[in-house]
């Protein structure tokens, strides 16, 4: 009923700049939160930021200072600033939006289909 779609990943140096974009459609008044999550190979899904309906934000303390989400709501539509990188930044980078479905308002959670970051040193 969501539809996510990440862009704006690629290969970077130390010390550079990226901004990547999630696109939702689909069922999008029913979504709550829209954050980013990174997978590094080997290592768990993280948390890197998530800002909720209201504008609040969360980051991971690994990208404070360097990192900033922000959403576009008229084009449904959520981005993440990256500045500073580090060669740890390296993963693939999915956008999550959760959604309150039903009568009882359960989450949901949906998934784009991943974006690589490579920063290399």
């Known amino acids: 009923q969501v539809q996510l779609v990440e862009s704006g990943g690629g290969l970077v140096q130390a010390g550079g700049s990226l901004r990547l974009s999630c696109a939702a459609s689909?069922?999008?008044?029913?979504?709550?939160?829209m954050g980013w999550y990174r997978q590094a190979p080997g290592k768990q899904r993280e948390l890197v930021a998530v800002?909720?309906?209201?504008?609040?934000?969360n980051y991971a303390d690994s990208v404070k200072g360097r990192f900033t989400i922000s959403r576009d709501n008229h084009k449904n539509t959520v981005y993440l600033q990256m500045n500073s990188l580090k060669p740890d930044d390296t993963a693939v980078y999915y956008c999550?939006?959760?959604?309150?479905?039903?009568?009882?308002?359960?989450?949901?959670?949906?998934w784009g289909q991943g974006t690589q970051v490579t920063v290399s040193s």
């Open positions: 999550n939006a959760e959604a309150l479905v039903g009568y009882f308002r359960s989450k949901y959670d949906y």
């Open positions: 689909g069922s999008t008044a029913s979504i709550n939160a």
């Open positions: 800002i909720t309906t209201g504008g609040s934000t």
